[in-house]
């Protein structure tokens, strides 16, 4: 068991918070905990970004947060700024919550943002607070950081940190982040243990489950987490792969190890894979970590998780190419679907726009149509046609690729939808649609790890 260092400073029964960085994760932090009844200042030095939520508009779609970051700005409890200094001034407790992308040019997770948060903070803060790291971070971080603060701090180790993780899931952040499933506090002492745990009174005292640990395996909870349902993902995944190869039915084959309690059937869907800002990103920063620390061999694995989710990209292109008859020149295809998951308007790493991209450069007329993300998708892919509407999208097309499997997709009923194509052939790569509706109205489906074309199982020799 780690020990924890023993300090005499009194805990802040109710202390201000400061949440650096207003992105996705710091503005759900920021509105969540005025919610809990704190004072919260946002801070960012972007000040379009800053401007949008002082007026109540959040810059990113996100269900209900936009109502509650009305709410709260209406109680006065929460504010914005660009000024560090008043930043500096305000906080009891200071919440960094700035991205850690991919490195331009390796797997690497780029600190920059990280290390200038802190950095302006640490020259700033003349009192006694505590800094909190939520991003997502290599192992070894959070040390590095302590002596930095120990170097630069004009009040030394009376400015101490702590690593908070966050497990947001997008779509469902403001719940995730007031009914979350478990805390996990990084501190190395107890008055940082303290502080953290009267910041989330209201939180504990619901019963939510609290693991205090040391910093260096608070940074390992989330991206150990993301590692994991990654390869859970692949793993069903992969044996699509060989439900293909065999004619067997991935759907029934994940049915009957949903049923095994060491197993579970949670995130055992077969499908496009996954995407977005944090599960690609992740597990590659966690593997150049693994190797710099000499222990690349215990996470070898993730790579072929890697590109296990890659390959169903390019299987995806080939049923739709296949479902256009052998050649995707000039043949019409709707995409529906931009956002690497439904609920969101997040086109990082998304596979939809991925195949989307790969269909285009066959020589497919590809129209793109998804309800919240057209915006963030024609932005990153401006030579791609996009639609306005999912009716658009479907007009005269000779293949529908169900992409991302937001309601508006799964919803529709199949004669309507076959009413506005060229001809009735879908390939559903999410695994969401009802195949047996879609056929009987007609429809040539097609899915990953599905029976279609059944493959011929060569005998043993």
Known sequence: MFELQHTDHPIVQRPRITVVGVGYLGATHAVCMAKLGFDVLGVDVDEAKIAELRSGRVPFFEPGLPEQLGEMLATGRLTFTTDLDEAARFGDVHFICVGTPQAEGSDAADLTFVDAAFDALVRRIDRKALLVGKSTVPVGTAERLTRMIAGRSPIGDELELAWNPEFLREGFAVEDTLHPDRLVFGVASEWAAGQLRALYRPLLERGTPLVVTDLATAELVKVAANSFLATKISYINAMAEVCEATGADVNRLAEALAFDDRIGGRFLK????????????????????????????????????????????????????????????????????????????????????????????????????????????????????????????????????????????????????????????????????????????????????????????????
């Open 270 to 461: 077969p499908g496009l894979g996954f995407g977005g800002g944090c599960l690609p990103k992740d597990i590659r920063a966690f593997m150049h970590r693994a190797d710099e620390l000499g222990v690349g061999q215990a996470v070898e694995f993730l790579r072929e998780v890697d590109d296990i989710n890659t390959r169903r990209r390019v299987r995806t292109v080939d049923l739709i190419r296949e479902s256009a008859g052998g050649d995707l020149r000039g043949a019409r295809v709707a995409a529906l679907g931009a956002a690497f998951k439904p609920n969101s308007d997040d086109v990082r790493d998304a596979p939809a726009l991925d195949v989307a991209r790969m269909l285009y450069l066959e020589g497919a007329e590809v129209r793109i149509y998804d309800p919240e993300a057209n915006e963030n998708a024609h932005r990153a892919y401006p030579d791609l046609e996009f639609a306005d509407s999912m009716d658009e999208a479907l007009q005269d097309a000779d293949v529908v690729a169900l992409l991302t499997e937001w309601d508006e997709f799964t919803d529709a009923d199949p004669e309507a939808v076959g009413a506005r194509v060229g001809a009735r052939r879908i390939v559903d790569g999410r695994d969401a649609l009802d195949a047996d509706a879609y056929r009987a109205a007609g429809w040539e489906v097609r899915a990953l790890g599905r029976p279609g074309r059944r493959a011929r199982v060569p005998a043993r020799s």
